[in-house]
């Protein structure tokens, strides 16, 4: 890895914001049972349930930790990813009162 040193203010702060650019290109596929669990408020109880009946895949990480796919997980789970929600302005609850 390269060392990189700042002459001035100017540069420190352009080398700033191409390291945290860089830092978000990279999105985690893969997350250990329990750091899944904690991060859904699920039990790791309710995951490994789904390992064992073969509806969840858990892998093997170079590490040596079982972890599971982030995005299997979800769609097993039902989580949806963080999209905005419409709000139905046609449904309002409107009473007629006589």
């Known amino acids: 890895m390269e060392e990189r040193v ?26 250990a049972i329990s750091e899944y669990a904690r ?7 309710s995951v490994h349930y789904y390992i064992r009946n073969r509806k969840l895949k858990k892998h093997k990480c170079v590490c040596g930790r079982f972890v599971v796919n ?9 989580f949806k ?4 929600e419409e709000d139905d ?10």
Not at 39 to 45: E, G, L, V
Not at 81 to 84: G, L, M, N
Not at 89 to 98: G, L, N, P, S, V
């Open 39 to 45: 991060a859904r408020y699920i039990t790791p109880q």
């Open 70 to 78: 982030i995005a299997e997980a979800d769609a097993v789970f039902k």
């Open 81 to 84: 990813k963080d999209e905005p």
């Open 6 to 31: 700042a002459k001035d203010s100017d540069e420190l702060l352009r080398m700033m914001e191409q390291d945290e650019a860089e830092d978000g290109l990279v999105v985690q596929e893969f997350m």
């Open 89 to 98: 302005d046609d449904a309002t609850d409107e009473t007629e009162t006589d």
